[in-house]
């Protein structure tokens, strides 16, 4: 009778520790998700800055170079202007271009992980309660059996 009260006992505070540590999982899988998100947006928001700095600073490099050029050639200047300034025109869409789908693509994949992750920790807390529940129902199985076991040791003596 000691052992049955004892094995459910065990069982119990099984579930209950298996119960407890799926939920911790669920959280800590949930806030690490949700970190991964803001460094990637962070990083994100960096690499458009610095091509967006990129870009300026190319573009002002060409200014000046242009400025210079026309200085000390006149018609000839001018025509390379207007393809100094088509061209870095060009540059700064392409890469503002480029940055903004590289963030679209970001986010995505970070939706995409944030998803993933929930419905893995969604997964592991039903396999784990499931689990859970074959146990203690094998464990009552047992105590079902000693019990009868030890009614017909009591009742042969």
């Given amino acids: 009778m000691h052992l049955i009260r004892y094995q459910l ?3 119990k505070h099984l579930v209950r520790d298996r119960s407890e540590n799926a939920k911790y999982l669920v959280r800590d899988r949930s806030e690490n998700a949700k970190h991964m998100v803001r460094d990637q947006l962070e990083n994100a928001k960096h690499l458009v800055r610095d091509q967006l ?3 300026k600073h190319l573009v002002r ?3 000046e170079n242009a400025k210079h ?3 000390d050639r006149s018609e000839n200047a001018k025509h390379l202007i207007r393809d100094q300034l088509e061209n870095a025109k060009h540059l700064v869409r392409d890469r503002s271009e480029n ?3 590289l963030v679209r693509d970001r986010l995505e994949n970070a939706k995409h992980l944030v998803r993933d992750r929930l419905e893995n920790a969604k997964h592991l807390v039903r396999d784990r309660s499931e689990n859970a529940k074959h146990l203690i129902r094998d464990q009552l199985e047992n105590a079902k059996h000693l019990k009868e076991i030890g009614q017909r040791m009591l009742s042969t003596w």
Avoid: C, I
């Fill in 61 to 63: 490099d060409q200014l």
């Fill in 53 to 55: 700095e990129k870009a």
């Fill in 99 to 101: 940055a903004k789908y």
């Fill in 9 to 11: 006992e065990n069982a």
């Fill in 69 to 71: 050029l026309v200085r």
